[in-house]
């Protein structure tokens, strides 16, 4: 079995959501054999330097523990968390993985990415992305202190809540005629993605051929949801709080 989650955004103002992470980590994720986070795990990640914030130690722990009990989990960099580095990695027992990314299993070929690559119409927010994921931008940043580094992070936070405030929809949805080239270029595999916070299942009919896209719903305070492949279909399932004493 293969879960899929993205765009959890923990952070400490949404100790709900981590609760729901730290839960399906320690138990329904044990079941399976593969874990892909694509994108915004994080709210904000300023630096591998960072991983011993208070507020980081147990995340990293849980994945760590999932991970030693025999889960593969990847992470994918998304447009919140891209400084998650190497480090990162090695302490939390993950994988990095870039985008696109194939996976393919014995019944079935998936491309899975953040989604935020393929979000042409915004242009704002493609100048942007290509600013801080160039290498001169990332080096400049993380050479700044760490307290200076979660102040930029704060800046960029609130600007960006206040973007989304004036906007009509605030999360762009994919480019249309990318979409169907990028799935044409990867062999019309279904599409797992993340990003836009707008879950559904999309049917594309590209060049004759039906492909499926499913993007990924983003988590909240009581309720996440995966994707889960059982080696014949896809379904969602919600991860909800667990009852406790």
Not at 115 to 123: E, K, P, V, Y
Not at 224 to 241: K, M, Q, T
Request: aromatic share 8%; hydrophobic share 45%; glycine share 6%.
């Amino acid at each position: 079995m293969i879960l899929f989650a993205s765009d959890l955004h923990l952070s400490p103002r949404s100790p709900g959501a981590t609760r729901l992470f730290l839960d399906f980590l320690g138990g329904r994720a044990r079941q399976a054999s593969e874990l892909y986070l694509l994108g915004d795990l994080f709210e904000t990640w300023i630096g591998d330097d960072d991983i011993d914030d208070p507020d980081n130690v147990a995340i990293v722990a849980a994945l760590r523990a999932a991970a030693d009990s025999g889960v593969n989990i990847a992470v994918m960099h998304g447009n919140r968390d891209f400084l998650l580095g190497e480090a990162f990695a090695a302490a939390a027992g993950v994988r990095l993985i870039d985008e696109p990314y194939i996976l393919s299993t014995a019944e079935w070929q998936f491309v899975l990415a953040h989604g935020d690559a393929l979000c042409l119409d915004d242009g704002e927010y493609m100048r942007f992305r290509d600013q801080v994921r160039s290498q001169v931008w990332q080096s400049a940043f993380l050479a700044r202190p760490l307290a200076e580094r979660r102040a930029i992070a704060a800046q960029m936070r609130a600007a960006s809540e206040a973007s989304q405030r004036d906007k009509h929809n605030p999360y762009t949805d994919l480019q249309p005629a990318a979409t169907e080239d990028f799935l044409r270029q990867h062999g019309y595999a279904t599409f797992i993605h993340g990003h836009t916070h707008q879950p559904a299942t999309h049917d594309h009919i590209v060049d004759g051929i039906h492909v499926e896209r499913w993007v990924l719903a983003d988590w909240h305070e009581e309720r996440g949801e995966c994707l889960v492949w059982d080696g014949e279909v896809l379904r969602r399932e919600a991860v909800l709080p667990e009852k406790r004493a």
